[in-house]
Structures are given as C-alpha cells and as structure tokens.
C-alpha cells in the first residue's frame, strides 16, 4: 500500500487536513503523523496516513513529529528496519522526545486496534 502524504497549512503556519481527508479520518477513524523536517513543530512537514516503508522521498530528515490519532512505529531504516520508536497520540517537539538516536526516521507503521471486546477475544475459561 502506498504512502498517503497530505502536506497542507493554513495562514498560521498550522498543518491541517483537506475537508475530504477530515470526513474520512472522522469516518473511518483513521490515523494521521506528521513528520516535521525542523524541531519545535517547524520547517517542512508532511502527513502521512498509512504504512510506508520508504519516507526518504519525502523528507531528508526529522526533527518534530505530531500523532493526531492512532499509535505508529516508526523506524530509523527503509523497509521497517532499524531502531524502532513507538509513538501514541501526542506531540514530540525533538527526536529526544521520543527517545531517537537522531534524527533519521526513514519508514512507519500503523498499529492495527482491535475494536472486539476483550470478552470475545478471550472467553472465560472454566474448568
């Protein structure tokens, strides 16, 4: 599945989402990170709203990132390898923020939530 990268801000500097792409994270309670090329939230950034497992083409570094919704891992390599880093809704002004070696966040993943009830995941065991 390809990256969907939104990359969008209002006169504020603020990032924000298209009517159509807010409909369907309303919808579908789909989960959004953004990366953010400087600290403190700063410099280019981009929205990312699914798996990719190659960022370099579009970022070069990174220093913020904001998770508007769901939990991600995020790894310092391509292809899901590397240090891995997991981040739940929040913000991280510095990589140091989310424990980083660096600055390098190079591929990501979105953490799948299970929405059955525990009790139908586990059944009573009776013995």
């Not at 953010?36 to 220093?63: A, M, W």
């Given at each position: 599945?390809?990256?969907?990268?939104?990359?969008?801000?209002?006169?504020?500097?603020?990032?924000?989402?298209?009517?159509?792409?807010?409909?369907?994270l309303?919808?579908?309670?789909?989960?959004?990170?953004?990366?953010?090329?400087?600290?403190?939230?700063?410099?280019?950034?981009?929205?990312?709203?699914?798996?990719?497992?190659?960022?370099?083409?579009?970022?070069?570094?990174?220093?913020?990132?904001?998770?508007?919704?769901?939990?991600?891992?995020?790894?310092?390599?391509?292809?899901?390898?590397?240090?891995?880093?997991?981040?739940?809704?929040?913000?991280?002004?510095?990589?140091?923020?989310?424990?980083g070696?660096?600055?390098?966040?190079?591929?990501?993943?979105?953490?799948?939530?299970?929405?059955?009830?525990?009790?139908?995941?586990?059944?009573?065991?009776i013995?």
């Amino acid at each position: 599945m390809p990256c969907s990268v939104v990359s969008l801000s209002c006169s504020s500097g603020m990032p924000v989402l298209s009517n159509l792409c807010c409909g369907l994270l309303c919808k579908f309670g789909g989960s959004v990170v953004i990366f953010y090329e400087d600290r403190n939230f700063q410099g280019h950034h981009y929205e990312c709203s699914s798996e990719c497992s190659d960022l370099t083409k579009y970022f070069q570094r990174c220093n913020s990132i904001r998770v508007e919704n769901g939990n991600w891992i995020l790894y310092e390599n391509p292809n899901h390898r590397g240090h891995q880093y997991y981040l739940r809704r929040g913000e991280y002004p510095d990589f140091n923020q989310w424990m980083g070696f660096n600055d390098s966040i190079r591929s990501c993943r979105i953490i799948p939530q299970n929405r059955t009830p525990l009790t139908e995941r586990y059944p009573p065991y009776i013995l």
